[in-house]
C-alpha cells in the first residue's frame, strides 16, 4: 500500500516493526540512525517514516525536523519508551501525526501509519482543490478583464504564479497579423531579438509546443496558442530557467484559452466602444471622445512638458449647399469633408466632427508654428477639392480654421477649445476662407451659434 521508511537503532524492534507494517501490506526500508535516514529521504519517495526518538548520533527529533523541512508531504510517526508528556507534546508540535509509546502493539502502529497517510492523503487533496480554485479564480479574472494594458499583467501573473516560469511574452492578433502584446520578466533586448521570431514562427501555430534554440538565457521554451474554440486569437509563451512542472501544459493551456476569452472579450468591448466615441454620419470621432483624448493629452503634456495643438474649422456657407442641393447632398460633402481633412494630417492625429458643419483636429506633439503650417495646408486643399466629383457635382467649399496650442495659448481643455473657436470665429467675421492664431483678445463666438452648431 505505502512505502515506509522506519529508524530505530534496535535491531530487534526494526524487525518487529517491519513485521508488523510488511503485515498491513506496506513495503519497508529499515535504517538505524539518523544519517542513514537522511541518505534514505535522498534516495527514495517514502509516504510515511516511523521513527524511535532516542538514536545514536542525533534523536528521533532530528529525524521529524528534516522530514517536515525538505519532504513536507510526508507524514511522520514518532515511538518512544519515554512514557512522559514533554517530549510527545514537543514531537506532535513539530509536525508528528502520530506518537506511541512503547511497547507497541501491531494494531496500534498499523493505525497510527493508516492514519498519517489519510492525514497526508487529505492535506494532498486540500492542496489539489486550492490550486484548482486558485486557478479557477485566475481565469474568471483574465477573462473579464477589458482593459489591454490591465490584461497583460493579469495574465503574466497568472502564469508565472500558477506556472513558476521566470519570464511571460504574450502575443494576440491584430486582424491577420501576429503582434506582440506585452510581456513580464523579459529585458527589452530579448524581447527585440524574440518578437520577430515568434511573429513569423507562431503566425499558424494552432497547437502548444517547444520551441528550441532561441537567442535566450532561457534553456526551456514553451508556447500555448490562446484558441476560442477553433479560431487561435493569440499566445502565450513561457521561459523557465529549469525544468517545467509536470502540469504545466494543463495548467498554461487553461489560462492561455482564458486569454482568449479575454482577448475576444476585449475586441467586442472595443467595438461597442468605438461606436459611442464615433460619428454616425462621417465616422469619424465624435465630440465625447475629443474631451476623452484632451483630457490624456492635457495630463500628458504636463507631465512631459511638451504640446499639442487644436484646429478649429467651420465650411463656408455650407448652408446654401443644402439649400441648393438638398440635405442628402449636404451630408454627402460632410463625409468627403471627412475623408479630405484625414489626408491632410498624420495618421496619429485625432480628426472629430465637433457638430453640424464644424470639425476639430488635435495635432499630437505639435507647436503653433506647426499647427499652423497644417492648418494652411487644410486651408488650400479644401479650396481646391472638386467635391462630389463622381456625383457630377465638383463643388467649391472653402473654410475657416482656428489654431490654439497647449501651452502656448492655454493651459487646459476647456479654455483650448474656446482659444481655437474664438480664432476661428474671427475669420468667419471677414472674407473666410483663412486661417487665425488664437489669441487673447479674440471675440468670443455667439451662443446661437454655438447652440446651432
Known sequence: MAHILLVDDEKM??????????????SVTAVSGL?????????????????????PGGDGMEVLRHTKERYPGIEVVVITGLDKVDPAVRAIKSGAAEYLVKPVAPEALQHAVRRALTTRDLLHENASLRQYVSLLEMG?????????????????NALDGQTGASAVLLMMYEGSTLRLHGTSGLDEKDVTTLEPLFTTHLQEVRTP???????????????????DGETVLGHAVLFFASAPPENVAEVAGYLSRHYALALRNLGRFSEVEDLA??????????????????????????QTESSFSLLFLDLD?????????????????????GRVLKSCVRERDVVVRYGGDEYVVLLRSSDSGGALKVAERVRRTMESHPFLHREGLSLSLTTCVGVASFP????DKASLLDMADRAMY????????VVYVAAQDLEAPPSERKATG
Open 209 to 227: 509546443r517547444a520551441l528550441d534554440g532561441l537567442p535566450c538565457d532561457y534553456p526551456h521554451v514553451l508556447a500555448f496558442p490562446a484558441s
Open 35 to 55: 544519517q542513514e535516514a537522511q541518505e534514505a529521504l535522498a534516495s527514495s519517495h517514502f509516504d510515511a517514516v516511523v521513527t524511535d526518538l532516542i538514536l
Open 277 to 302: 466615441y464615433m460619428d454616425d454620419l462621417t465616422h469619424l470621432f465624435n465630440m465625447r471622445y475629443l474631451h476623452l483624448v484632451l483630457d490624456r493629452e492635457v495630463k500628458s503634456a504636463l
Open 426 to 433: 474671427r475669420g468667419k467675421r471677414g472674407p473666410r476662407n
Open 317 to 337: 456657407h455650407f448652408k446654401a449647399v443644402n439649400d441648393t442641393h438638398g440635405h442628402l447632398v449636404g451630408s454627402k460633402l460632410l463625409v468627403e469633408v
Open 140 to 156: 474568471q479574472r483574465i477573462a473579464t478583464t477589458l482593459d489591454r494594458e490591465r490584461l497583460i499583467q493579469t495574465t503574466a
Open 408 to 411: 502656448e495659448h492655454a493651459r
Open 13 to 26: 524492534a526494526r524487525t518487529l516493526y517491519g513485521d508488523y507494517l510488511n503485515a498491513a501490506g506496506h
